[in-house]
């Protein structure tokens, strides 16, 4: 599995920005895909998910929306549209992906990672 992260770049207050991630895998059955953050000095946080066959999605309480994931089967690709952006969103913004049933927040269930792209927002 190899995940490509890009889209990150510095906007002020209240832009929007779309990252996306491509994904390489050997199946997309069972296949969650997440975003995650990691603001310096932070743990990393859970920002969205989607199942790849059902579009299922799940968000952060921090992103609830404001933030949307979405994904194109044709182009195995992942999006995330971040609109109405604040200063506290500044982080490395990370897609992971995992195999199984079930979703998760913690990102130790992801077994998947591409490299992060940074999100800059001033204020």
């Known amino acids: 599995v190899q995940l490509q992260a890009s889209g990150g770049g510095l906007v002020q207050t209240g832009d929007s920005l779309r990252l996306s991630c491509a994904a390489s895998?050997?199946?997309?059955?069972?296949?969650?895909m997440g975003w995650f953050r990691q603001a310096p000095g932070k743990e990393r946080e859970f920002v969205a998910a989607i199942t790849w066959t059902e579009s299922k999605v799940y968000y952060g309480d921090s992103v609830k929306g404001r933030f949307a994931i979405s994904r194109d089967v044709d182009k195995n690709m992942v999006y995330l549209q971040m609109n109405s952006l604040r200063p506290e969103d500044t982080a490395v913004y990370y897609c992971?992906?995992?195999?199984?049933?079930?979703?998760?927040?913690?990102?130790?269930?992801?077994?998947?990672w591409g490299q992060g792209t940074l999100v800059t927002v001033s204020s």
């Open positions: 895998v050997r199946t997309f059955s069972s296949l969650l």
């Open positions: 992971a992906a995992r195999y199984g049933s079930f979703w998760y927040r913690s990102p130790n269930e992801y077994e998947y």
